[in-house]
């Protein structure tokens, strides 16, 4: 299994796998080949259906136009024929119009790129020497470690600074979001909402429903920065980037944790991460928004219930009771924007945290189903799903709600 760096990365959104992946291509591209007189990046499948709301083609061009350097962006909307849902291939030309050369990118989901039919990695190996939930669970009950003990002993000393990082920007990321007002771009015309849920007056509200109201307004304010292209962090993905920061500063502010202790939550949630993108997927135009929202809320759920002192078997079914509920989960983005049903969505899978997490506290011990098991039946779902349900934005609500 490979690092939790690969998992958590900074990036703008609105979209890891729309932006930060291609970009992440582009750039690797111009580094092989810098000299070229026009490069020109033709988006297909997804990346075509969805790129414009997605702001691939915006991204792409930035990256260009960093570098001073010529090109344009081609949609082929065409579905058929492609071994992946999200691929684009980027071809430089010299002051002849001649091919200089090409290559064919993967974008295969946070941020992460297939080039050639090669995972690009700059940590090279996995770190991690486990294929599944069940044998990292063996190696803790062997060894008597715990999660965080696995994540230690094989990140190495780096991983602490790494993920205060990574925390420190969902943070601001949060503070930036409920300190932003106004619209969001794109067609939709919706406004922010964060600020309002936050704000909202609390004299009719049970503490219940104030604390529900807290942890939505948090996960609207990333949600609405990454529908925006600033900075967040995939957590797994960008679309779903919103759940896991909500869920983990609700319990800090509310139970006085450190931000160490933070970390060591992020620890256990990028375990459950790693384990679902090595076993199945984080793409919703792979395996559609059970991948990006039901993993994010999976992951919510096993740092929820590692901050509450649950045991490891515990921890295991917190997740895998979140991820099942959110199997058959459709990925239809209005418009091609990351902004209807993702906003809303990412405030609800936070709240569902806490759920599943109440659910394994107290019936662990009677558990049918595996984390292994519903991670299998998920990537099996995602990919028995019609392909107008996985970030084409072709079918469900992208089709009824017209803009
Ligand atoms: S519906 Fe889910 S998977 Fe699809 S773009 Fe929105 S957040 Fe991502």
Redesign the pocket.
Known sequence: MESLIHLYKIGRGP?SSHTMGPIAALETFISKCPDANYYEITLYGSLALTGEGHLTNVALLDVLNEHNLNGDIVFNYDLFGLTHPNTLKITAFDEDKMEITSSTYFSIGGGNIIEDGIELNPLEDDVYPFENFEHIKQYCRDRKLSLVDVVNKFEGEYINEYLSLIYQTMKQSIERGLNTSGYLPGRLQLQRKAATLYNAPKCKESSLETKRRLIFACAYAVAEENASGGEVVTAP?C??AGILPAVLLHEQLSNNFSDEQIVDALKVAGLIGVTVKQNGSIS?AEA??Q???GVACAMAAAALAYLNDLSLDEIEYAAEVALEHHLGLT???VGGY?QI??IE?NAVCATRAFDAVLIARHLTSNRRVSLDDIIATMYATGQDMNPHYR?TSLGGMAKVIKV
Do not use: I, K
């Open positions: 979209s993905t679309g779903s919703g559609g928004c991948a990006e929202c990925c239809d983005p990351v049903p993702c969505r970030e």
